[in-house]
Protein backbone atom coordinates (compact mmCIF):
# COMPACT_ATOMS: atom_id res chain seq x y z
CA UNK A 1 0.00 0.00 0.00
CA UNK A 2 1.33 3.61 -0.73
CA UNK A 3 -0.02 6.50 1.64
CA UNK A 4 0.55 10.04 0.94
CA UNK A 5 -0.68 13.03 2.68
CA UNK A 6 -3.18 14.48 0.34
CA UNK A 7 -3.64 17.72 1.92
CA UNK A 8 -3.43 18.92 5.63
CA UNK A 9 -5.61 18.45 7.98
CA UNK A 10 -5.01 14.84 7.83
CA UNK A 11 -5.88 13.82 4.81
CA UNK A 12 -3.72 11.27 3.28
CA UNK A 13 -4.73 9.04 -0.25
CA UNK A 14 -3.92 5.17 -0.01
CA UNK A 15 -3.58 3.20 -3.11
CA UNK A 16 -4.17 -0.42 -2.56
CA UNK A 17 -1.94 -3.65 -3.96
CA UNK A 18 -5.61 -4.12 -6.51
CA UNK A 19 -4.90 -0.47 -7.51
CA UNK A 20 -8.10 1.11 -5.60
CA UNK A 21 -7.26 4.92 -3.97
CA UNK A 22 -9.09 5.42 -1.06
CA UNK A 23 -9.52 8.77 0.91
CA UNK A 24 -8.40 8.32 4.60
CA UNK A 25 -8.99 11.03 7.40
CA UNK A 26 -7.18 10.92 10.33
CA UNK A 27 -8.99 13.26 11.94
CA UNK A 28 -12.67 11.91 11.74
CA UNK A 29 -11.28 8.11 11.57
CA UNK A 30 -12.78 7.79 8.32
CA UNK A 31 -11.73 5.68 5.57
CA UNK A 32 -14.11 5.13 1.82
CA UNK A 33 -12.97 1.69 0.91
CA UNK A 34 -15.63 -0.62 0.77
CA UNK A 35 -14.95 -2.40 4.35
CA UNK A 36 -15.25 1.00 5.99
CA UNK A 37 -18.14 1.80 4.74
CA UNK A 38 -20.54 -0.90 5.00
CA UNK A 39 -18.78 -2.54 8.18
CA UNK A 40 -17.09 0.48 9.93
CA UNK A 41 -15.14 -2.01 11.71
CA UNK A 42 -13.97 -1.08 15.47
CA UNK A 43 -10.27 -0.78 14.81
CA UNK A 44 -10.50 0.81 11.59
CA UNK A 45 -10.11 -0.55 8.23
CA UNK A 46 -6.37 -2.09 7.52
CA UNK A 47 -6.06 1.60 5.34
CA UNK A 48 -6.93 3.83 8.47
CA UNK A 49 -4.23 1.72 10.31
CA UNK A 50 -1.69 1.53 7.61
CA UNK A 51 -1.68 5.71 7.65
CA UNK A 52 -1.40 5.54 10.90
CA UNK A 53 1.46 2.84 11.09
CA UNK A 54 3.19 5.56 8.43
CA UNK A 55 3.08 8.69 10.29
CA UNK A 56 4.32 6.78 13.15
CA UNK A 57 7.56 5.39 11.25
CA UNK A 58 8.03 9.09 10.13
CA UNK A 59 7.41 7.79 6.13
CA UNK A 60 4.95 10.33 5.44
CA UNK A 61 3.73 13.73 6.91
CA UNK A 62 2.25 14.32 10.09
CA UNK A 63 -1.60 15.50 9.64
CA UNK A 64 -0.28 19.23 10.10
CA UNK A 65 1.87 18.85 7.43
CA UNK A 66 5.32 18.91 8.90
CA UNK A 67 7.76 16.08 8.25
CA UNK A 68 8.96 14.54 12.10
CA UNK A 69 11.82 15.74 13.70
CA UNK A 70 14.78 14.36 13.19
CA UNK A 71 15.21 13.26 17.11
CA UNK A 72 12.13 11.22 16.55
CA UNK A 73 12.96 9.82 13.69
CA UNK A 74 16.43 8.78 15.03
CA UNK A 75 14.75 7.75 18.08
CA UNK A 76 12.35 5.20 16.40
CA UNK A 77 15.10 3.77 13.94
CA UNK A 78 17.60 3.04 17.30
CA UNK A 79 14.58 1.53 19.28
CA UNK A 80 14.12 -1.09 15.98
CA UNK A 81 17.41 -1.62 16.21
CA UNK A 82 17.39 -2.80 19.95
CA UNK A 83 14.78 -4.84 18.97
CA UNK A 84 15.90 -6.62 16.30
CA UNK A 85 19.57 -7.22 17.72
CA UNK A 86 16.80 -8.86 20.98
CA UNK A 87 15.63 -10.90 18.20
CA UNK A 88 18.91 -12.17 16.61
CA UNK A 89 20.01 -12.95 20.09
CA UNK A 90 16.86 -14.92 20.63
CA UNK A 91 17.44 -16.76 17.62
CA UNK A 92 20.94 -17.46 18.28
CA UNK A 93 20.14 -19.39 21.71
CA UNK A 94 17.30 -20.87 20.23
CA UNK A 95 20.09 -22.70 17.29
CA UNK A 96 22.39 -23.23 20.03
CA UNK A 97 19.55 -25.39 21.68
CA UNK A 98 18.70 -26.96 18.70
CA UNK A 99 22.13 -27.66 17.35
CA UNK A 100 22.61 -29.47 21.18
CA UNK A 101 19.78 -31.75 20.51
CA UNK A 102 21.08 -33.26 17.34
CA UNK A 103 24.35 -33.68 19.04
CA UNK A 104 22.63 -35.85 21.11
CA UNK A 105 20.70 -37.49 18.93
CA UNK A 106 23.54 -38.14 17.02
CA UNK A 107 25.46 -39.75 19.26
CA UNK A 108 22.62 -41.86 19.97
CA UNK A 109 22.42 -42.87 16.61
CA UNK A 110 18.94 -41.46 16.21
CA UNK A 111 17.91 -40.48 12.83
Sequence with gaps: MDVSLLRKGGVYDVESASGNTYEVDVASKTCTCPDFTKRQPS????HLRRVDIEIRSGSVPRPDG????????????SE???ELEQE????????????????????????
Design 43 to 46: GGCK
Design 80 to 82: RIL
Design 66 to 77: RLPATVDVREQL
Design 88 to 111: IDEREARRRELEATVAVLEELSIR
